[in-house]
């Protein structure tokens, strides 16, 4: 075994194993998006297969799909070509690998705000760098003065807004101060912004880091469209930032991923342009859901305390009782129900357990039934 796989073993948090589901069991365990990929982008991708789109494509991704992310992102045209802006990769996670790999040095601290994607840890690690986790308020949230505290002398800080596994959307204050702390430090701040388009409240403003692209040196976003176009299975996604990191990320990528297939963008350029129809219905689904979720957590009282997820399809519930996490995910799932273990997403997420509601809404309404009845039963 290699100093590099022996270095990721050691310090992921990420379950062995995911996807089996125990028959009986309802999972509110995996974050996949509801309702199948929408039916014009399965077209588009027949129609590039019929018009033999399926040789090697170009390195860094098709220049249409890269204008129609630039494009997306609203990047403008000042400073560098929108194109040099911009790099397609396999999924945000081949992204978020190569942004690490391109950045960062053996001995690099990074700055991870908990709870988090459980990813980037290994990504670390795997870059030979040093994660420093910066702990959340009691109830999940992220806690700006610990974080703005924690950057001198950082590489790299990694937002995840809106946030796997709280669902919290950073206030728009709270992004910019980050940022301009990482600028002023000369850190380098990657927004992983998979769960941009889900947007559960409406009374709560989300502020994107692209807002950044076009004048900062040190602002990198990472896509995907994974989640909103419920196309976890292509395999796509992006990462945009200054022409001078992306050009380092181009070349990690296509050094260990290569390209993505032709046939894949040309039909994710045709997602952007049925968003605004498909985009609705799948909000609406994820609201009431997310209603049934909150509901049934302020239904337990005093034995859960958690902040109501304002973005993506997660909740992140504290169980109060002298149970580990790992144990809890045991309890839960003997009763039926699976869900994800708190210390997934960092040290201080022990004793949390994750929910995802992206699902059906008769199996979320049945994981929360069989969900309140264990929590109850703990007591
Ligand atoms: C926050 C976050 N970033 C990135 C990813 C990976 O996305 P992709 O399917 O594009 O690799 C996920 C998947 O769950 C995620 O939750």
Redesign the pocket.
């Known amino acids: 075994m290699s100093l590099l796989t022996d270095r990721v073993r050691q310090v992921s948090r990420r379950p062995a194993t995911l996807g089996q589901v125990p028959q009986g069991a309802v999972t509110l365990a995996m974050?996949e998006p509801a309702g199948g990929t929408p039916q014009p982008i399965i077209e588009a991708a027949e129609a590039a297969l019929r018009a033999g789109r399926t040789t090697y494509p170009p390195m860094l991704g098709t220049p249409e799909l890269r204008t129609a992310i630039a494009a997306h992102l609203d990047l403008g045209t000042e400073g560098a070509r929108p194109l040099d802006r911009v790099v397609v990769t396999h999924?945000?996670?081949?992204g978020?690998a190569a942004v690490f790999l391109a950045h960062l040095d053996p001995g690099d601290r990074v700055v991870l705000p908990e709870p988090t994607?459980s990813?980037y840890a290994d990504l670390v690690a795997m870059a030979g760098a040093v994660t420093s986790w910066v702990p959340a308020r009691d109830n999940g949230t992220l806690d700006p003065e610990r974080v703005l505290g924690s950057l001198d002398g950082a590489r790299m800080l990694v937002l995840?807004h809106p946030s796997?596994p709280t669902g919290e959307v950073l206030g728009p204050e709270v992004l910019q101060s980050l940022i301009e702390r990482c600028e002023q430090l000369g850190v380098l701040c990657v927004v992983?912004e998979?769960?941009r388009d889900i947007l559960l409240d409406e009374a709560v403003a989300f502020r994107s880091s692209a807002e950044w692209l076009g004048s900062s040196e040190h602002v990198v976003l990472v896509g995907?469209f994974?989640k909103t176009f419920s196309m976890?299975g292509w395999?796509l996604?992006y990462v945009a930032g200054p022409a001078s990191v992306v050009s380092h990320v181009g070349t990690v990528h296509q050094t260990f991923n290569g390209q993505s297939a032709m046939f894949v963008q040309d039909a994710a350029v045709r997602a952007f342009e049925v968003l605004p129809t498909v985009l609705p219905p799948l909000l609406e689904h994820y609201r009431e859901n997310r209603r049934q979720v909150v509901q049934a957590l302020h239904d337990l009282g005093e034995a859960v305390t958690f902040a109501e997820p304002e973005g993506a399809f997660y909740a992140f519930p504290r169980i109060h009782s002298d149970l580990s996490s790992d144990e809890l995910v045991e309890r839960f799932t003997a009763g039926g129900v699976l869900v994800r273990s708190g210390r997934e997403f960092g040290p201080s997420g022990e004793g949390f357990v994750r929910l995802s509601f992206s699902g059906e809404r008769t199996a979320v309404i049945e994981g929360l039934h069989r969900f309140t009845e264990t929590v109850r039963r703990l007591r």
Do not use: E, Q
């Open positions: 974050g999924g945000a996670a081949a978020l994607y990813l995840c796997n992983d998979a769960y995907t994974s976890t395999r996604g």
